[in-house]
């Protein structure tokens, strides 16, 4: 906001050029709730510095304004017959230490979503925007022309509410050689968070699932052919739960509930395995008498290697927690260094999960306000998947939560 050239109320491309060192790093967006930097927020999201792609690439959009789950797994749609803005009553869903009550809440009855695209290219280029419903039919198609380091906003998806609640969009450029970056962005009341369009993986996916709130599976078929899909949900300590297969019609999508299988408001994880290109990522709601209170959203990836670096933040009284998931078939033995001395230990089990507060006894973090960096070392390259939540409460409940890969 403070660099020279930049105005009120804009949008661009950012570029960091470090030659020949090895850099990682993100963009965090606040928007405050209120006139005072500390307030509450509306949202909070991070998204990640990236390098280009080429070729087609995929991102879901999704409309829907996910509603509380009831105890026995019912779920309360929140906007689903409703017109923007109209007063509606909800259940509290019950916890181990409340009752049910109501509360009366403004809800909206869609989520916006918007496909940002930025032309890396040193010419003009043309790009395909193609938009399926749930199913992989096409619903229309749109070309943009975005000059040389541009970037283009533009509608993704709610705007096609009589065609269903979600669907795919796919961006083709006039040519596989033309670089690249696009994002799916979902604006709901109270949250906001934007997932980098793919090409989809053949790869084996692990993602955490479970825990407090609503946490919800999407998958998306990324290739023209039906997709078998496997996916084996365990606990937390790495017992295989149920087995399952999802058959995709070409581009289309579809939801599981984590909550269907584990039991209720634990954690564990699911393995997915695909036939061809798929597309996988968690989206987390948490709740407070007045609706959604945050949400996040991580995308399933293939394991960047056994050494992985991230970063943490206490600033804002933030909590930061991470999230390991262990795909291999033996216990992993996870070391994490903060440096100055300051390491921690962390055994996973087989398929198993963990998640972890950092430390708030080392050194490093024991400030209120810090940030800085960490490195995480496993056995075995690939064995683990590891996020960072970070997490802010107030007297309210929770206020927001962001989530970041660490890669």
């Known amino acids: 906001n403070d660099l020279p050239g930049f105005s009120t109320n804009s949008y661009g491309l950012l570029t960091v050029d470090a030659g020949n060192a090895e850099v990682d790093g993100r963009m965090t967006y606040y928007r405050l709730d209120g006139d005072t930097w500390g307030d509450e927020f509306d949202f909070v999201y991070s ?177 023209n052919v039906t997709n078998h899909v496997e996916l084996n949900w365990y606990d937390m300590n790495g017992a295989l739960l149920k087995t399952e297969i999802a058959h995709l019609p070409p581009y289309s999508q579809q939801h599981f509930i984590p909550a269907d299988v584990l039991p209720e408001g634990s954690y564990g994880s699911v393995v997915i395995t695909a036939g061809n290109k798929i597309i996988a990522g968690a989206a987390s709601y948490l709740y407070n008498n007045s609706g959604i209170a945050t949400a996040h959203y991580l995308d399933g990836r293939e394991n960047f290697g056994r050494v992985l670096s991230g970063t943490y933040n206490t600033y804002l009284e933030m909590d930061n927690w991470l999230r390991l998931t262990n795909r291999s078939l033996l216990m992993e033995n996870v070391q994490l260094d903060f440096g100055g001395g300051v390491t921690d230990f962390i055994q996973v089990p087989a398929h198993g999960r963990r998640d972890i507060l950092v430390p708030s006894g080392a050194s490093v973090l024991s400030a209120e306000a810090a940030y800085g960096g960490f490195t995480l070392e496993a056995s075995v390259s690939g064995a683990i998947s590891v996020s960072l939540v970070r997490n802010r409460l107030t007297v309210n409940g929770p206020d927001f939560q962001t989530v970041l890969p660490l890669r």
Request: proline fraction near 6%.
């Open 47 to 223: 998204l990640e510095l990236m390098p280009g792609v080429v070729g087609e690439t995929n991102g879901a959009w999704n409309m829907y304004v996910p509603g509380k789950r009831l105890s026995g797994g019912a779920e309360l749609q929140l906007g689903a017959e409703l017109e923007l803005g109209t007063p509606v009553t909800m259940i509290s869903a019950p916890t181990s230490n409340s009752k049910v009550g109501t509360a009366t809440a403004m809800i909206p009855t869609i989520t916006p979503n918007w496909l940002s695209i930025a032309n890396l290219d040193s010419s003009t280029r043309n790009f395909t925007i193609t938009y399926r419903d749930q199913t992989g039919d096409i619903i229309t198609t749109a070309t943009l022309v975005i000059p040389s380091l541009g970037k283009r906003d533009i509608q993704a998806g709610h705007e096609f509410s009589t065609s269903g609640a979600v669907g795919l969009i796919s961006i083709t450029p006039e040519s596989n050689s033309v670089p690249y970056i696009a994002t799916v962005s979902r604006y709901g009341d109270n949250f906001a968070f934007a997932v980098p369009t793919r090409s989809g993986t053949e790869a084996q996916v692990m993602l955490p699932a479970g825990g407090e709130g609503l946490n919800v599976l999407e998958l998306s078929n990324a290739s």
